[in-house]
């Protein structure tokens, strides 16, 4: 949280809050302009993320941007970055920590809201049966049973339904409606209407089988004497369960920032005084020495201060491939040390982490992404307003036909019409065509492996026109494997393969790994992994490989042993040079058309003789070819975006049939960023494919961001879609599915709109038993779950 005074010197300043009871796009209208009548305040609000990015000038203090999102009718919280170390609270942030910080974690929690509203829905449903039953069944009735049913449905329209209520006021204050307006009002019209029946004959259920029932006389004109606990309880009891289950699908979407940081070590072993101490890596500070043993997390940004090893930064970068490093080194936070003892001096910590500043990139594409407002919000902003002014219309036309002398019955005939129109456009299954669709279409999603996140997702699924698909790990394997063997004479390609086999199966480097792979299993196969590995000296009988003796490696360099009396090199140029063997100007000129090619080359020599060069490359996925054919048939363009260089992106693209001009070769992290705001500032509507945590932002820049499952819980946790598998085919499944969903939910829309333009006119002539619109209202609803659940079929 922040501090009651800015701090000095600062122009301006960027902070972040958490705001609560927001339900709506007029919601989020309303939060900005209030917030943009402080001097110099700028703000951008996110509903989906319950956040909102505000840019405060020098003089206006936090509290004063609480307080104005306060008097718009919310609550706000100022959020510390995650990335930023806790401060003790001070003056009045402490009040309010004391005094509201248990009630905001569990308000402001991801399960919060879904917490929040279980116990409301459970007790809305264990109520509503019974009122359900007593009311529609003459069998289940009993002697003054309206009272029972009365007094049971209370705590459904009351308690339970609160958060509507809630809502409707807040946006009244307004002089703003939306779904709510129409569920509350709905809710306590039918309820109040039932308990002014009650009230006027108090004997009106004295027998069971009396109040209005479907067929029986009383059904039409005066004296009705209809209750209709059943209608408001059942209403509030399907809404809450749409509500609930929107709120549990966002608490399961996650953190991505948590997911990020969490990426982090948490420990970290200094040199103090020549003594090892190990701390918190929160503690780290710049310059401190850092020790970090094979196999561990690099604590934090640095520069090798002594040691060589080869450090895996797949988890950061995305890319497969180690990158070898000695004194001097640049090296990051997060990535993994796989063989040598590291000495690492600090040069960056805590916020200022390459980690942290890929937080930052995440949280500002999220809050930038701008919010789909629901399609049934946007209706009922019209909708609702129409319906309230033709129930007043309704029931003041009702009295003018009565003349000047009204009765009870005739003042009855005109709030039961009127209420027969709030109740028959009370937006049941309006309130179902979503969450009902969604949760369909999830739960196909789900047995197919993808994960749909909201709402909003489907409806970018249907406007994007442009797929940028990450290469390593989504269009290809994100493994190295031996791709080809050049062998000079008089050596042949096996002989080389075989015997560099031998000598790199006792190094524990993953170049080595993949060499000895190939070589075991005689051809080269992609994906391959070793499945133990050796250090000194050993064999591998029963692989195969001959043994080696007298084995060394030099980590970045490469490794060296006698195979069958053979003294065998393998590794870089340098490494090479280094052991006495000369290269040719021709071998060394197949060196470069490997590496020019895209491929990571590896020297192999005999007896002080060059034998041969292995390539190793980045294969490409089974079915990503006809996936990216399927993604062209849905519409979208297909682009390649990688880190690696132009020669391998280029590959990789024609293998699948990406054009030449689809390429972003060599683009970092921010770059990635970039590339999805150039293309959406050219006019495209962008989905990305990803699967490492250098796609986070991006992914969550992109207008439709779908996560490899494959891939780290960042990528999935910034992506509005997730495919678990690691078949590209799948995304394409993923939009096909998001679209039928959409297009399911708009066909639900359409019907529960189609009872209520056909039921209100009839309501409001007085044909309508409110009853009888409960029934329609609920056959409506049937009709909207009924067309939903086709969406199982989907796929099979």
């Not at 006495?580 to 990571?600: F, K, M, Y």
């Not at 294969?619 to 690696?644: C, F, H, I, N, Y």
């Amino acid at each position: 949280m922040g501090t009651e005074h800015p701090p000095a010197g600062n122009a301006s300043r960027v902070i972040e809050l958490d705001v609560e009871g927001m339900t709506c796009a007029s919601c989020v209208n309303r939060v900005e302009k209030k917030l943009a009548k402080l001097d110099g305040v700028q703000a951008t609000v996110n509903l989906p993320l319950e956040t909102a990015h505000v840019t405060v000038p020098e003089g206006i203090t936090d509290q004063q941007i609480t307080d104005q999102v306060a008097s718009a009718g919310y609550r706000a919280r100022i959020r510390k970055p995650a990335y930023e170390e806790p401060e003790e609270p001070t003056g009045q942030e402490a009040e309010y920590t004391g005094h509201a910080a248990a009630e905001h974690e569990d308000h402001m929690s991801h399960g919060g809201k879904a917490a929040e509203l279980k116990p409301r829905l459970l007790v809305a449903a264990v109520l509503a049966v019974p009122v359900f039953l007593i009311s529609m069944f003459p069998a289940f009735q009993f002697p003054n049973w309206g009272w029972v049913v009365g007094a049971l449905a209370l705590p459904v329209v009351s308690w339970a339904a609160w958060p509507f209520h809630r809502a409707a006021a807040i946006n009244a204050r307004h002089f703003a409606s939306t779904m709510d307006t129409l569920v509350s009002l709905g809710v306590i019209a039918a309820y109040l209407f039932s308990a002014w029946q009650l009230l006027a004959d108090p004997r009106l259920t004295e027998h069971p089988g009396m109040e209005q029932m479907p067929g029986m006389e009383q059904m039409g004109g005066a004296g009705s004497g209809g209750l209709y606990f059943e209608v408001a309880s059942v209403v509030t009891t399907f809404l809450l369960l749409g509500r609930y289950l929107e709120a549990n699908a966002k608490s399961k979407a996650g953190d991505a920032l948590r997911a990020l940081l969490d990426l982090g070590a948490k420990d970290a072993s200094i040199l103090e005084n020549g003594t090892e101490v190990k701390i918190p890596a929160s503690q780290l500070a710049v310059g401190d020495l850092v020790i970090v043993r094979p196999g561990e997390k690099i604590a934090t940004d640095g520069v090798v201060a002594d040691g060589i090893s080869a450090v895996d930064a797949s988890l950061v970068t995305g890319e497969s491939i180690p990158v070898d490093v000695g004194p001097g080194s640049h090296v990051t936070g997060a990535t993994i040390n796989t063989s040598g003892r590291l000495l690492v001096r600090a040069t960056r910590v805590g916020a200022e982490t390459t980690l942290a500043q890929m937080g930052r990139l995440v949280t500002q594409a999220q809050t930038g992404k701008a919010p789909i407002a629901r399609l049934a919000d946007r209706i009922s902003a019209v909708f609702v307003p129409v319906v309230l002014v033709i129930a007043a219309l309704t029931f003041g036309g009702w009295l003018l036909a009565a003349g000047p002398d009204i009765t009870g019955p005739e003042l009855r005939s005109a709030f039961t019409a009127a209420v027969a129109v709030l109740v028959i456009a009370c937006p049941c299954a309006l309130g179902l065509a979503t969450p009902v669709g969604l949760l369909t279409g999830t739960g196909r999603g789900a047995q197919l492996g993808i994960l749909i996140k909201g709402p909003q997702v489907l409806e970018d699924t249907r406007t994007v026109d442009t797929i940028l698909l990450d290469k390593t790990g989504t269009v290809t394997s994100g493994q190295l494997s031996v791709d080809a063997v050049a062998a000079f004479a008089p050596f042949s390609g096996p002989d080389v393969l075989r015997f560099a086999g031998a000598v790199e199966s006792a190094s524990e480097h993953p170049i080595a790994e993949a060499i000895a792979a190939a070589a075991r299993s005689e051809v080269p196969v992609a994906g391959l992994r070793a499945t133990s590995s050796h250090s000194g000296s050993g064999t591998d009988d029963d692989a195969g490989l001959p043994a080696v003796v007298g084995f060394r490696s030099a980590p970045g360099g490469g490794v060296v042993g006698t195979v069958d009396g053979r003294l065998v090199v393998a590794g870089r140029s340098g490494w090479l040079v280094e052991n006495g063997v000369r290269i040719t100007p021709e071998q060394g000129q197949v060196l470069r058309d490997a590496e020019e090619s895209g491929a990571t080359a590896i020297w192999v020599a005999m007896d002080g003789e060059a034998a041969g060069i292995i390539e190793l490359r980045d294969t490409v996925k089974t079915g990503s070819e006809a996936a990216v054919a399927r993604l062209k048939a849905l519409g979208l363009r297909p682009m390649l975006l990688t880190g690696d260089n132009a020669a391998v992106a280029h590959r990789v693209a024609a293998a699948v049939g990406i054009a030449p001009d689809d390429v972003f070769a060599g683009v970092l992290p921010e770059g990635k960023v970039e590339a999805v705001r150039r293309l959406q500032a050219g006019g495209a509507t962008v989905a990305m494919a990803g699967d490492g945590v250098n796609d986070a932002a991006a992914l969550a820049q992109a207008d439709l961001g779908i996560a490899m499952g494959s891939g780290t819980d960042v990528a999935i946790e910034a992506a509005d879609l997730t495919v678990m598998g690691n078949d590209l085919g799948q995304v394409a499944t993923a939009i096909e599915l998001s679209r039928r969903t959409l297009a399911t939910i708009k066909t639900n829309l359409f019907w529960a709109f189609f009872y209520n333009a056909v039921g209100i006119p009839v309501a409001a002539l007085g044909l309508l038993n409110p009853m009888v619109a409960g029934v329609a209202m609920a056959a409506s609803s049937v009709l909207v779950v009924a067309n939903s659940l086709r969406l199982r079929r989907f796929g099979r």
